[in-house]
Structure formats: structure tokens, C-alpha cells
């Protein structure tokens, strides 16, 4: 589902943020990306995403190469990508259920289908009770959440989150993962930047090490 074959990305001012990155990420599999901060773990999905692209190797993803897919064409790519911030990245003076509606908007969903999907998605994430509210309204997890439910809300195969928990306590950031292995227990595919290394590791899932922008670890589980 998603291939990198000797990756790297060199910004214009010269610095190397991934250094012949190589790994496989399978259909239905679930991962997380580790490392120090600035190691390359969000320069990493947004190749994915197509959100920058690499400046050699090969990249991927479901089916695609994306060195050779032309810039008209990355936005149907990102429809099956749903991906997940840190900041959440939620349009304050919109209700969570418009922050959640506007992938399916800009892609030209009817209004019935588009009710029905964003209360679903909200239902998952424990929210529908609040579709109404505004982001500012509520608490930090919250607004993860409603992040997640914009994510996969056009129910993609792929599911990208950076840092997901990087700003909740230890109970909130235990329940934001489960959700995402919930989404993987259906068959997508995840992909989760985060540097909690202690819940990482009870979590007890397939992990890529990044180190400088080099990959320096692929440790899978004892099951």
C-alpha cells in the first residue's frame, strides 16, 4: 500500500530531511513512525501525501508511483489518503459538523449522502452530540477527534496522523490510538507519527525508527 525504495528529500536550502529511506507498509497494516524531533517523520508523510515531493527514489502508494503522477492528478491521490494534525487544523467559525463535511463538499457529495456520512464519522469518534458545537467550544481531545472523524469521513484506505497525542495527557492520547487501530481493525491502512514512545511500545505494533532522516530501526512485535 504504500513502498519507499531509497527515499530522499533535499530542501533548496540544502538540508537532507530523509536519507534513502527504504520500507513497505502493506494493505491493512498498521504502523508507527518514531523518532527525535526534526528526525523526518513529518517530512515523511507528507511525501506520502504528495503534500511535498521526494527529490529521489521511488514512492508508492496504493498502486501509484508518485514521482510520476502529474499535479493534476494529486488531488484524486489525497481522496484516498485521510490525514490527521497535530493542530488539528479545524476552521473555527464553522461547526464541527461543516469541519467534518468539507472533504465531502469539495469533492462533490449530495447534502443527503453528506449527512449521512459526517454523523456516522462522528458517532465513531463519540461526538454527534456536539455536531452543532463550534472547535473553540472544546476540549483538546475533542478537537482531535473531530480531526479524525474529517480524516476518514470519505472512508479512505489510507490513514496518515502526525502527532495525534502530542498535546493530550496519558488517558486522552490512550483513547485517540485506539481509535486509530478501531479504523485499522476494518481494513485501512495507518501510518502514525508520534514520539509517545512508552505508549508506542505497550501498544505493541510494527515501529519505523528515523534518526537524522535516516531509517535506523523496523522492529515488529513478538506476538
Not at 31 to 57: C, P, Q, Y
Amino acid at each position: 500500500m504504500i513502498v519507499f525504495n531509497e527515499v530522499g528529500k533535499r530542501y533548496i536550502n540544502g538540508y537532507e530531511a530523509l536519507k534513502n529511506v527504504s520500507f513497505h507498509l502493506k494493505r491493512g497494516e498498521i504502523a508507527f513512525l518514531t523518532g527525535h524531533s526534526g528526525a523526518g517523520k513529518s517530512t515523511l508523510l507528507r511525501l506520502v501525501a504528495l503534500i511535498e515531493r521526494n527529490t529521489h527514489g521511488q514512492i508508492i502508494v496504493a498502486g501509484q508511483q508518485l514521482n510520476r503522477l502529474p499535479d493534476h492528478k494529486i488531488p484524486y491521490l489525497r481522496r484516498r489518503i485521510g490525514m490527521t494534525f497535530q493542530d488539528n487544523r479545524l476552521l473555527a467559525d464553522r461547526t464541527v459538523f461543516d469541519n467534518v463535511a468539507l472533504p465531502l463538499i469539495i469533492t462533490g457529495y449530495r447534502p443527503q449522502e453528506i449527512r449521512r456520512r459526517v454523523r456516522a464519522a462522528l458517532d465513531k469518534v463519540g461526538l454527534l452530540s456536539k455536531e452543532r458545537s463550534y472547535p473553540i467550544t472544546l476540549s483538546g481531545g475533542q478537537q482531535q477527534r473531530v480531526g479524525i472523524a474529517r480524516a476518514v469521513v470519505n472512508k479512505p484506505p489510507i490513514l496518515l496522523a502526525d502527532e495525534p497525542t502530542g498535546n493530550l495527557d496519558p488517558n486522552l492520547a490512550k483513547e485517540i490510538m485506539g481509535l486509530f487501530v478501531q479504523f485499522n481493525q476494518v481494513g485501512v491502512t495507518v501510518l502514525i507519527a508520534s514520539h509517545a514512545l512508552g505508549l508506542i511500545k505497550s501498544m505493541g505494533y510494527r515501529t519505523l525508527v528515523l534518526q537524522q532522516g535516516s531509517l535506523v530501526g523496523d522492529t515488529y512485535p513478538r506476538r
